[in-house]
């Protein structure tokens, strides 16, 4: 991530007044333990630690290149598939002097041999070398290109068209896919395999308007070759674009009759109300490091929270673990559609830059993201990420009723966030940090739907298009030949949460029912039950049906002076279930959307609930790890979490969807001894200081 200018090492003074604060945190902490035997409180600078999780430097991604082809391991038929920061050592762990380290993955395509090597880039050491032979890492960038021109020279590519009525390929996209399910394909299974649908583009710039249904290819990357291409059907293709791209088609649609838009978003500050150094966010107690990861997206890392001059820790690192969509229907050119769009093809590098006045606020802080290409090459993505703040909504509020009195506050909310774009659809993941201590993640899905040509006129449900609704059994039917496919959206996030320290704990709390008795003669009693979760096999857990359920993560060695363990709970808001059968390829490839929550005892490999590569592998990630059975009890545990979607179209959803959001809550529970919004100023005595100011 290219830094801000306002970035940089510290000065020698910086560090004088580091080494002071360092002396006071340590007193302080002396102080606290020995008055409460329950204190655990981590102290060191906050920005030392902060340093550990920046992102590659672009000297440091230079650095691993060189000793990648030094070592011939790029170049001579290798290719860098992807270079990133390997996370640092837990505390406990970690030597005295922290080395940054880089994890690469390079491939030799034709011999389809694939390799995970962990680099040091300022000493240009290779550290560790090691096969992977299980599953295949995520679509190179070069392939969406080289598989497609491929294919577009085949004759049967040019066969298969023509009977379409398609003289001209060029007219035609070729898309990309993951290969999915090929369980009833003759590809060879030790090879390098990736899939192609097809789509009649013409001259539009929206390549996704006109599906050419009844034809998918299976390609060979390893051999270079097609080694199938499905056709099953010739169907209509439809005849709109609806190339909503291309501003003149929307003023068509519109009728010239066009609706005043917003012309900047949120509210602007004349001066950033947080502060960034060093890569690291403070704001309002919170401080964090945002960071692009080529294959994650967006992470949180080395997020807490400073109370008293203290740095309290919340969180090491959160990320996008894995994000599956499987689709509905089992046609043939369809079945196998499932995208894993982190292992199949990696969220970081198809992030896109952020409009300022339209994804973000004119004066947002933006980064930028550096990534190694394949080649080696360094590529940018400007304004890849932004911080800012905007309006929170009422942060708290009381009216008396008997002496006419009323204290209330309004908040502010600070948000990260990025965006990235799979093929048709668009996605953002934002972290939302709140007044009172509350950290919301949002999942924004928008883009364009994933649409099946049909023939209308032989579509027994939607012969009649003037008798909404218009649905069949496998989508929705979305304009004349055009039906947009039933679907789920899963996205899992993995939460290594450090509560005051390393050694936390987790349980589940639900609200049930009391029957009627001489203890509940009323029967108006619940009860709020407890269930501190022990061991690996017992943190797999379902959510369906049950009231009031969330997870209390929890540092069994820290209390409050109320005698609260201090901890954050983990609000499920967004739920959906898998409704593929376990026997699926998609279920087989993904077991852990079995439960909405997992929790394992940390291990530095284990970082995505599918496994590394999910792309031709099954039965890697969370189901797996959890058979140790590892204590959960006082421990560096993870939490995993799936949120997700069940989308079924709808005609307004045509040509580019609406922005649905889904996520999930984490609360401060026990974190605080009170409210910690309530020092927040109110507005009249705002004014008055802003007064007396001037």
Request: with cysteine; charged share 25%.
């Amino acid at each position: 991530m290219a830094q801000n200018k306002r970035d940089g090492h510290a000065d020698k003074g910086t560090a004088f007044l580091m080494g002071l604060t360092m002396v006071r945190h340590l007193f302080l902490l002396f102080v606290i333990v020995a008055s409460f035997p329950f204190a655990l409180i981590a102290t060191e600078p906050i920005s030392s630690r902060a340093y550990l999780f920046l992102p590659l430097s672009e000297q440091e991604l230079q650095q691993a290149v060189e000793t990648l082809t030094r070592e011939h391991l790029l170049g001579d038929g290798y290719v860098l598939h992807s270079l990133v920061l390997q996370d640092p050592e837990k505390d406990r762990y970690a030597p005295k002097v922290r080395e940054r380290k880089a994890l690469a993955i390079v491939m030799n395509v034709q011999s389809n041999q694939n390799w995970q090597v962990l680099v040091a880039p300022a000493s240009k050491r290779i550290l560790k070398k090691t096969r992977i032979t299980r599953g295949q890492p995520s679509i190179l960038l070069k392939e969406y290109t080289d598989v497609a021109e491929s294919v577009r020279v085949d004759p049967r590519f040019a066969q298969a068209m023509k009977k379409r009525g398609i003289d001209d390929l060029t007219k035609v996209f070729i898309d990309v896919w993951g290969p999915g399910d090929l369980r009833a394909s003759k590809a060879p299974k030790n090879h390098r395999i990736l899939r192609t649908v097809f789509y009649f583009k013409g001259d539009a710039v929206n390549p996704y308007g006109r599906p050419i249904e009844g034809i998918s290819g299976i390609f060979d990357v390893t051999e270079n070759k097609l080694v199938e291409l499905i056709d099953t059907a010739i169907v209509p293709v439809a005849q709109s674009s609806a190339d909503f791209l291309d501003s003149q088609w929307i003023f068509e649609q519109a009728q010239g009759n066009l609706r005043a838009g917003v012309h900047s978003v949120g509210y602007a500050p004349k001066e950033d109300p947080f502060t960034v150094e060093n890569g690291e966010v403070r704001w309002q107690g919170f401080h964090f490091v945002p960071a692009m990861h080529q294959r994650e997206g967006l992470v949180i890392a080395d997020l807490g929270f400073e109370e008293g001059g203290v740095n309290r820790r919340i969180l090491r690192r959160g990320s996008l673990s894995e994000m599956v969509v499987p689709y509905a229907d089992p046609d043939s050119n369809w079945h196998w559609r499932c995208a894993f769009n982190e292992g199949d093809y990696g969220v970081g590098l198809l992030s896109h830059s952020l409009f300022p006045g339209v994804h973000v606020p004119e004066n947002a802080h933006v980064f930028d993201a550096v990534f190694a290409g394949n080649d080696g090459n360094l590529t940018r993505i400007p304004r890849a990420l932004a911080v800012f703040e905007r309006d929170g909504g009422i942060l708290w509020s009381h009216y008396d009723i008997n002496s006419d009195n009323m204290a209330a506050r309004r908040g502010k909310e600070l948000v990260v966030m990025s965006m990235f774009t799979v093929g048709n659809y668009d996605y953002s993941i934002q972290w939302i940090l709140k007044q009172d201590g509350t950290i919301e993640v949002k999942v924004l899905l928008t883009g364009i739907l994933a649409t099946k040509g049909i023939d209308s006129a032989k579509c027994a449900r939607c012969k009649d298009l003037s008798k909404p609704p218009v649905v069949d059994a496998r989508g929705t039917v979305v304009a004349p030949h055009l039906l947009a496919v039933a679907h789920q959206h899963f996205f899992n996030f993995r939460l290594d949460f450090e509560i005051d320290g390393e050694q936390n704990a987790i349980a589940e709390i639900k609200a049930t029912k009391v029957a009627e008795s001489a203890e509940n003669p009323f029967a108006n009693a619940f009860l709020v039950e407890e269930e501190i979760l022990k061991r690996e096999r017992e943190g797999s857990r379902s959510a369906g049906g049950v009231e009031g359920l969330h997870w209390w993560i929890f540092n069994p060695n820290k209390k409050n002076s109320l005698g609260h363990f201090s901890g954050y709970v983990l609000e499920p808001v967004n739920l959906a279930h898998p409704m593929a059968l376990p026997i699926s390829a998609a279920l087989k490839r993904a077991p852990f959307l079995k439960y909405p929550l997992w929790v394992t005892q940390f291990h530095e490999a284990e970082m995505h609930a599918a496994g590394d590569f999910p792309s031709q592998n099954e039965g890697d990630g969370l189901p797996k790890w959890v058979k140790r059975n590892a204590s959960l009890y006082n421990e560096d545990i993870v939490v995993w979490h799936s949120v997700g979607i069940t989308h079924i179209p709808r005609a307004e959803d045509w040509p580019v969807m609406p922005v649905v959001q889904i996520g999930f809550l984490m609360r401060p529970k026990g974190f605080f001894e009170r409210n910690p919004a309530l020092d927040v100023i109110s507005p009249r005595e705002e004014k008055t200081k802003t007064a007396a100011a001037n």
